[in-house]
């Protein structure tokens, strides 16, 4: 098997840092194709705020006061700031319309304001390198118990920003109009916990429900002018147990993110080893998989994940057996 990039398909990044010991964080690179993981170069944490790393499209990044700090993954692994934007924010949803690596891209920044009762959202374009910020329609009931990303999920589809609750709260931003939508409800029965990821050209909501038989993970395409929300599947419960707590109580922990056609599924938790899964969303067939296990990775203070196409050669390190 070759071991350099197989395809121009979305590889999932994964960044573990370890706060104490630079040397003991890592990086790997999922090539979805060939089915293994790649080491990356090192990719060094700015210094500032660190607890605000984030991934979104083909780009890691942090918020310093009112900027954003980000680097361009996995190619120069340098760290690059916007100018100052109108509010510091910390925790903040962002994502990104069009490929960090080219030259013209925009940050849409949407939550995280220290003063939470602010609730802007700021548009970053790297062609004029400037903040636009839209605040004149937010609806008033808007999220009102607090915006970050701990308890919000966001999507870009389209010409338009998503952005929802954990709860199946859900509103939409129009990036042609600059207009907030009415906040409407998702309704899915059971629901205990959502996110919401952008395939290629649907939206999906992923949701730990509650049922008969105990908690389970369901995939639902949600109709993004209706909002009406669709079953699509259920994660094989053996897969699902890999996130699930041994504390019936404790509702499960993982984290998700659309890449491409594919969504991935992943732990933050270093005694759950880590663990991935994904779900094609093209074909119409949806199928799960659970990748292979990250090799032998140390305890991380923080893991950070995102997808990126562009995978130059010289950036891994060393091939992981898949």
Same mark, same amino acid.
């Given at each position: 098997?070759?071991?350099?990039?197989?395809?121009?398909?979305?590889?999932?990044?994964?960044?573990?840092?370890?706060?104490?010991?630079?040397?003991?964080?890592?990086?790997?690179?999922?090539?979805?194709?060939?089915?293994?993981?790649?080491?990356?170069?090192?990719?060094?944490?700015?210094?500032?705020?660190?607890?605000?790393?984030?991934?979104?499209?083909?780009?890691?990044?942090?918020?310093?006061?009112?900027?954003?700090?980000?680097?361009?993954?996995?190619?120069?692994?340098?760290?690059?700031?916007?100018?100052?934007?109108?509010?510091?924010?910390?925790?903040?949803?962002?994502?990104?319309?069009?490929?960090?690596?080219?030259?013209?891209?925009?940050?849409?920044?949407?939550?995280?304001?220290?003063?939470?009762?602010?609730?802007?959202?700021?548009?970053?374009?790297?062609?004029?390198?400037?903040?636009?910020?839209?605040?004149?329609?937010?609806?008033?009931?808007?999220?009102?118990?607090?915006?970050?990303?701990?308890?919000?999920?966001?999507?870009?589809?389209?010409?338009?920003?998503?952005?929802?609750?954990?709860?199946?709260?859900?509103?939409?931003?129009?990036?042609?109009?600059?207009?907030?939508?009415?906040?409407?409800?998702?309704?899915?029965?059971?629901?205990?916990?959502?996110?919401?990821?952008?395939?290629?050209?649907?939206?999906?909501?992923?949701?730990?429900?509650? !049922?008969?038989? !105990?908690?389970?993970?369901?995939?639902?395409?949600?109709?993004?002018?209706?909002?009406?929300?669709?079953?699509?599947?259920?994660?094989?419960?053996?897969?699902?147990?890999?996130?699930?707590?041994?504390?019936?109580?404790?509702?499960?922990?993982?984290?998700?993110?659309?890449?491409?056609?594919?969504?991935?599924?992943?732990?933050?938790?270093?005694?759950?080893?880590?663990?991935?899964?994904?779900?094609?969303?093209?074909? !119409?067939?949806?199928?799960?998989?659970?990748?292979?296990?990250?090799?032998?990775?140390?305890?991380?203070?923080?893991?950070?994940?995102?997808?990126?196409?562009?995978?130059? !050669?010289?950036?891994?390190?060393?091939?992981?057996?898949?």
């Amino acid at each position: 098997m070759s071991n350099m990039p197989s395809g121009k398909t979305p590889w999932l990044l994964f960044w573990g840092i370890n706060e104490l010991i630079h040397t003991r964080s890592a990086a790997f690179a999922y090539d979805p194709l060939a089915g293994r993981w790649f080491q990356l170069a090192m990719v060094r944490p700015p210094i500032f705020n660190r607890a605000s790393l984030g991934g979104a499209n083909g780009a890691f990044f942090a918020f310093s006061g009112s900027k954003v700090c980000f680097t361009q993954v996995p190619t120069k692994l340098r760290w690059k700031e916007t100018p100052p934007a109108m509010y510091s924010r910390c925790f903040s949803l962002l994502n990104i319309i069009g490929s960090p690596n080219s030259h013209s891209f925009k940050f849409v920044v949407f939550g995280g304001i220290i003063d939470e009762g602010q609730r802007f959202l700021e548009i970053y374009d790297s062609s004029s390198d400037t903040w636009e910020c839209h605040d004149d329609s937010l609806p008033e009931d808007l999220f009102l118990d607090g915006i970050s990303s701990h308890c919000m999920s966001s999507a870009i589809l389209g010409h338009n920003f998503y952005v929802a609750n954990y709860d199946g709260s859900i509103a939409v931003f129009s990036l042609s109009t600059k207009l907030w939508s009415r906040l409407q409800r998702l309704q899915i029965t059971g629901l205990v916990n959502l996110s919401i990821v952008a395939g290629d050209s649907e939206l999906f909501a992923l949701c730990i429900c509650r !049922g008969k038989k !105990g908690e389970c993970l369901r995939l639902y395409e949600v109709n993004d002018i209706s909002m009406d929300c669709t079953f699509v599947n259920e994660m094989p419960r053996e897969f699902f147990s890999l996130f699930q707590d041994t504390d019936d109580q404790k509702e499960a922990s993982l984290r998700c993110l659309g890449a491409g056609g594919i969504v991935y599924v992943y732990s933050e938790q270093y005694y759950k080893g880590y663990p991935v899964c994904a779900c094609d969303l093209r074909g !119409g067939k949806y199928v799960w998989r659970q990748l292979p296990p990250l090799p032998s990775p140390p305890r991380f203070d923080r893991v950070v994940c995102c997808s990126t196409a562009i995978v130059p !050669g010289d950036c891994f390190e060393i091939s992981c057996s898949g």
